[in-house]
């Protein structure tokens, strides 16, 4: 799975991984990991079990291989807007069954108003929510494609 | 995991139980496409959870709870993010140290930074 990390929304500043494992919590798991490695959590442990319980309330993944998280959380110190991209594909227990191939998790601090989470995570799924223009990502893997894409859904 | 970061672990799992009861907030996330399932997994999880917690504070938080929407609140140089009250320099707890207190204007736990 491949991060590719906007901050905020409209920032090109972006971070490529891979990884190789195919489980939702992994790649919940790698999301946390990467915006703490760059001081944007607290706690990042709780952010995780709040993500993971997330899931519990209904799968996250929207069908046709996107998944679209986040947390408005009093664990987030600054808003971040994180994009993987799986070249396998990620078990995400998703109502169709597709596992999903790219997923995008939304930050956003509890300091900020509900509203503007809830706008943010409508932004990105504004931009992501075409399959061709996932698959234009997931082809390319290119940051400044993505940037671009949510600069232009920004709110 | 010390007692701060369990109220905050209830706190969060509270949140994510107000979305989902709440008929707004979850019309939001099904017009987004998402499928909401039942929260009684996770109610009963927030009752393992509450269950280990010192009832003292857990009687504190849950009133906030119950008034405000929330029994948590976060300080930023010393301001209650809850109500803005700027709190005494001497209720900030030693650095590394996580303590729970009350707010004095809004009667939150809070959560130090």
């Not at chain 1, 997330?54 to 046709?64: C, D, P, Q, V």
């Not at chain 2, 017009?31 to 039942?38: D, E, F, H, L």
């Not at chain 2, 709870?65 to 609140?73: E, I, N």
């Amino acid at each position: 799975m491949a991060i590719a990390e906007v901050f905020p929304l409209h920032d090109s500043t972006l971070d490529l991984l891979e990884l190789r494992h195919r489980r939702r919590e992994t790649a919940l798991q790698q999301f946390v990991h990467a915006a703490a490695e760059r001081g944007a959590l607290r706690h990042a442990d709780v952010l995780f079990t709040h993500l993971v319980r997330r899931e519990r309330l209904g799968s996250t993944s929207l069908g046709r291989g996107f998944a679209l998280t986040g947390a408005w959380s009093l664990c987030v110190r600054s808003p971040r807007v994180m994009v993987g991209v799986s070249e396998r594909g990620l078990d995400w227990e998703a109502a169709d069954g597709q596992p999903v191939t790219l997923a995008a998790c939304v930050l956003t601090p509890a300091d900020a108003s509900e509203d503007w989470h809830a706008r943010r995570l409508a932004a990105v799924h504004a931009a992501l929510r075409l399959q061709r223009t996932r698959q234009r990502i997931t082809d390319r893997r290119d940051p400044v494609l993505l940037a671009q894409l949510l600069h232009e859904a920004t709110p | 995991m010390s007692i701060a970061l369990e109220f905050l672990e209830l706190h969060e799992l509270d949140q994510l139980l107000v979305h989902a009861r709440d008929p707004e907030r979850s019309a939001l996330w099904r017009r987004m496409g998402y499928v909401i399932a039942s929260p009684v997994p996770l109610v009963r999880e927030r009752e393992r959870l509450a269950e280990r917690l010192d009832r003292r504070w857990l009687s504190l938080y849950e009133r906030s709870l119950g008034r405000y929407g929330s029994g948590l609140s976060a300080v930023r140089q010393r301001v209650c993010l809850g109500c803005r009250l700027r709190l005494p320099t001497a209720s900030a707890p030693p650095p590394g140290e996580a303590h729970l207190h009350l707010c004095e204007g809004c009667g939150r736990l809070l959560l130090w930074d």
